[in-house]
């Protein structure tokens, strides 16, 4: 099946428009996710350093944590943070309201490493105490360089997904809409740019037919407009060739029509006994014999022109008396 050149080119047109849509509109989204998780982890890390310090004097005098968790539990029960505060061995001391059953529990020993180190750690992913997956915020409480105990903040992702779902909501949208608004454009576009060389085709068929005034608007001054101007100095060389190939059919049909005449004319009255005597004959036949040869010579030249035309022309050489020449001209001047 035969694809026109406008179909191609809106073709084309689309597939990079989605292509490129759906390209840049998945990084975006992949650097929105990572900005918003990034965000969450480094809040949770301010978070937890700031109640590291407030719990740090409570874990020193041996108070009770709940009412400070339980209250920065219901001021942060937007983002659905939990809070634990472990003490030196990794012993949940206390523990936020939807967790009070995990108090007593005991920390895994590679996480309590890295906060007796003290170090402040943030990490994403499956925790034992979680089923879904969570970004967790931990900062050791240290005394005169001991480790005393730590706060650690749990988040669930689900939020940042959320989040995430509603923007790739927004960009699918978005997609849609560019990829109709792109196919209305790009209708719009490979016409415009189809349109000249439909033109073209119809100007072509036209000459074709022996039309060769025909020609095409040229509206740019693109590639297009220049094979436009091209088109029409092929139609001008066209409608010249025709002129001269009809005038030399005119002239050769003259030139071939006077020895026609003259040698049927003689023919005519020696087959009708038109002859006076034999010396009236003898001169009508040197008359059809020299017009014989003429015709010859016209249809010699004519092979000569088509041999021109196909390139294939073949020049004999002959020697040449170039002294004869020589003495010719000088003997002219002498005189």
Same mark, same amino acid.
């Not at 108090?103 to 020993?109: D, P, Q, R, V």
């Not at 996480?111 to 994403?124: D, F, I, N, P, W």
């Not at 040229?218 to 407009?225: A, F, K, P, R």
């Given at each position: 099946?035969?694809?026109? !050149?406008?179909?191609?080119?809106?073709?084309?047109? @689309? @597939?990079?428009?989605?292509?490129?849509?759906?390209?840049?509109?998945?990084?975006?989204?992949?650097?929105?996710?990572?900005?918003?998780? $990034?965000?969450?982890?480094?809040?949770?890390?301010?978070?937890?350093?700031?109640?590291?310090?407030?719990?740090?004097?409570?874990? +020193?005098?041996?108070?009770?944590? %709940?009412?400070?968790?339980?209250?920065?539990? =219901?001021?942060?029960?937007?983002?659905?943070?939990?809070?634990?505060? @472990?003490?030196?061995?990794?012993?949940?001391?206390?523990?936020?309201?939807?967790?009070? %059953?995990?108090?007593?529990?005991?920390?895994?020993?590679?996480?309590?490493?890295?906060?007796?180190?003290?170090?402040?750690?943030?990490?994403?992913?499956?925790?034992?105490?979680?089923?879904?997956?969570?970004?967790?915020?931990?900062?050791?409480? @240290?005394?005169?360089?001991?480790?005393?105990?730590?706060? !650690?903040?749990? #988040?669930?992702?689900?939020?940042?997904?959320?989040?995430?779902?509603?923007?790739?909501?927004? %960009?699918?949208? #978005? *997609?849609?809409?560019?990829? +109709?608004?792109?196919?209305?454009?790009?209708? &719009?576009?490979?016409?415009? *740019?189809? =349109?000249?060389?439909?033109?073209?085709?119809? $100007? $072509?068929?036209?000459?074709?037919?022996?039309? &060769?005034?025909?020609?095409?608007?040229?509206?740019?001054?693109?590639?297009?407009?220049?094979?436009?101007?091209? &088109?029409?100095?092929?139609?001008?060389?066209?409608?010249?060739?025709?002129?001269?190939? =009809?005038?030399?059919? $005119?002239?050769?049909? %003259?030139?071939?029509?006077?020895?026609?005449? #003259?040698?049927?004319?003689?023919?005519?009255?020696? #087959?009708?006994?038109?002859?006076?005597?034999?010396?009236?004959?003898?001169?009508?036949?040197?008359?059809?014999?020299?017009?014989?040869?003429?015709?010859?010579?016209?249809?010699?030249?004519?092979?000569?022109?088509?041999?021109?035309?196909?390139?294939? *022309?073949? &020049?004999?050489?002959?020697?040449?008396?170039?002294?004869?020449?020589?003495? =010719?001209?000088?003997?002219?001047?002498?005189?």
């Amino acid at each position: 099946m035969r694809v026109n !050149i406008f179909t191609k080119i809106l073709s084309t047109y @689309i @597939i990079i428009i989605v292509l490129s849509m759906t390209a840049v509109s998945g990084l975006q989204l992949y650097m929105i996710r990572n900005s918003l998780i $990034a965000n969450k982890e480094r809040e949770m890390l301010v978070r937890s350093q700031d109640l590291a310090d407030v719990i740090k004097p409570l874990l +020193i005098s041996g108070q009770d944590l %709940h009412p400070v968790i339980t209250y920065f539990n =219901r001021a942060d029960r937007i983002l659905g943070t939990e809070v634990w505060v @472990i003490d030196k061995k990794g012993k949940v001391l206390a523990a936020s309201a939807n967790h009070y %059953h995990c108090e007593g529990n005991t920390l895994e020993a590679t996480e309590l490493q890295q906060l007796v180190a003290g170090r402040v750690s943030v990490r994403r992913g499956q925790s034992q105490f979680f089923a879904k997956p969570v970004i967790r915020a931990a900062t050791p409480v @240290i005394h005169y360089g001991n480790f005393i105990g730590a706060v !650690i903040l749990y #988040s669930s992702v689900e939020g940042v997904y959320e989040s995430y779902a509603k923007m790739r909501e927004i %960009h699918l949208v #978005s *997609i849609v809409g560019g990829i +109709i608004f792109s196919v209305i454009l790009g209708l &719009f576009l490979s016409r415009y *740019i189809t =349109r000249p060389l439909l033109e073209m085709s119809g $100007a $072509a068929e036209r000459i074709a037919e022996g039309n &060769f005034s025909e020609r095409v608007r040229v509206t740019s001054g693109d590639e297009l407009g220049r094979l436009g101007d091209t &088109f029409n100095h092929m139609a001008r060389s066209l409608g010249e060739y025709e002129k001269m190939r =009809r005038d030399f059919v $005119a002239n050769v049909s %003259h030139e071939l029509r006077s020895p026609l005449t #003259s040698i049927r004319g003689f023919v005519d009255a020696l #087959s009708e006994g038109k002859c006076k005597d034999r010396e009236e004959e003898a001169r009508y036949l040197a008359i059809i014999k020299k017009e014989t040869y003429r015709l010859g010579k016209l249809v010699n030249d004519l092979l000569e022109i088509s041999r021109f035309d196909a390139q294939v *022309i073949t &020049f004999q050489m002959d020697s040449f008396p170039v002294i004869m020449v020589i003495n =010719r001209a000088v003997a002219s001047l002498k005189t």
